[in-house]
């Protein structure tokens, strides 16, 4: 597993093609959302900037998920793109991230109701991270059925709207908090006690490899 600062994006130019080719199959040749689609088969957008935060976790040497964190001191997707997802005061704080662009491989998805391990892997290396940080919440643009989801994961959700339809799809902005607790939740929803990151990775201000995802 990996974590890339956007302004190292071009010391990892493999890796970041596998996520931008990643992101493409996903959300523009399975979800749909042709307005991302891009002739060259990689999605990009404004938000990936020197400022954005890339998690991509591996397993033998293939890309099987990713997620993009991004500071919401600087424009964002909610604030940007989805400000009608908003009926609160949009949020604009240092210990406040936006979660984009999860993902995970679709032959690694099988956890029926549950998160499956590599998306319990992927969330936990965003509570870690968060922890080691000083950064408290997340903002996420989601479905509805995420809501519960997130709740049995022990994060306090707070809706910031009501939910809308965007490309066919209902969305709903939410900020989503979390604390020790939610970190062994998810330990215990994997059933193990293993850290994700190492303590390198857990800088905000660093692009290392943590441990790979098992």
């Known amino acids: 597993m990996l974590l890339i600062r956007g302004m190292d994006a071009d010391k990892y130019a493999a890796q970041m093609e596998d996520a ?51 500071p919401t001191t600087s424009p964002y997707l909610l604030s940007e793109v989805y400000p009608e997802l908003s009926e609160d005061d949009i949020p604009k704080d240092k210990n406040i991230w936006e979660w984009t662009r999860f993902t995970v491989c679709k032959e690694y998805r099988k956890g029926g109701r549950k998160l499956s391990p590599a998306g319990n892997t992927l969330l936990s290396a965003i509570v870690e991270w968060g922890l080691a940080n000083e950064i408290h919440s997340i903002v996420i643009e989601m479905n509805p059925l995420w809501l519960l989801r997130l709740v049995q994961l022990h994060f306090r959700v707070r809706p910031l709207g009501f939910a809308k339809e965007f490309d066919g799809e209902d969305a709903i902005a939410v900020v989503a908090s979390f604390d020790e607790r939610t970190l062994r939740r998810l330990q215990e929803m994997r059933g193990n006690s293993r850290l994700i990151l190492d303590n390198q990775s857990k800088s905000a201000n660093g692009s290392e490899q943590f441990e790979r995802y098992k």
Request: aromatic content about 12%; glycine content about 8%.
């Open 20 to 70: 931008y080719r990643l992101r493409h199959q996903v959300f523009v040749e399975e979800k749909g959302w042709h307005n991302l689609r891009k002739p060259d088969g990689r999605e990009i957008d404004q938000f990936d900037t020197e400022i954005a935060l890339h998690m991509l976790l591996y397993e033998e040497g293939k890309l099987i998920g990713y997620q993009r964190m991004l």
